[in-house]
Each structure stands twice: as structure tokens, then as C-alpha cells.
């Protein structure tokens, strides 16, 4: 009686818990680089472009990683756009 009341509780205390809160993954980014309104106006900058947007005529954003396009409402000028991956 006493091995199976031990057998109980071992099981009981193994096999009966809740399972332990696994860490949830982080959520997917959005982009591994997200072309922002910032990012774009300091790229612009960093290649002699200009910070206001419109007045830019090329956009060089090759290599940069960005999964899509967006955020480009403001550059209306624009002539060249070199989006390579």
C-alpha cells in the first residue's frame, strides 16, 4: 500500500504539473531593416542628397536589406531609384 501510495505521489508530482511556460519566440520583424521616413532622410544626407525630400532626384538604397518599399510618398522628384537587394 505504501509503494503505491509512493508511486502515486512521484507520479503526481512528475507527470501532473502544468508544463513549464516555454518562452514565447519574439514576434517576426516587420523588415530586417524598415525603411523609415528617418532612415531615408539621413541616407539621403549621409550620400549629399538633401534632408527635404522632394528636392532629392536619386535614391541609392542597394544593399540596405529592406524586405519592401514603402515610405516614398514624400520623394516626388525622383528620378533614379536603386532599390537592390
Known amino acids: ?9 512521484l507520479f503526481v ?3 501532473a504539473r502544468p508544463p513549464a ?6 514576434p517576426p520583424r516587420a523588415m530586417a531593416n524598415e525603411m523609415t521616413k528617418e ?10 542628397g538633401y534632408t527635404t525630400a522632394s528636392l532629392n532626384d536619386k ?7 529592406f524586405d519592401r ?4 510618398e514624400e520623394y516626388t522628384a525622383r528620378i533614379v531609384l536603386f532599390p537592390r537587394c
Open 59 to 65: 535614391l541609392f538604397l542597394h544593399f540596405k536589406g
Open 13 to 15: 508530482t512528475t507527470f
Open 69 to 72: 518599399i514603402q515610405n516614398l
Open 1 to 9: 500500500m505504501l509503494t503505491c501510495l509512493l508511486r502515486h505521489l
Open 21 to 26: 511556460a516555454t518562452p514565447r519566440p519574439p
Open 39 to 48: 532612415l531615408l532622410k539621413a541616407h539621403c544626407k549621409e550620400q549629399g
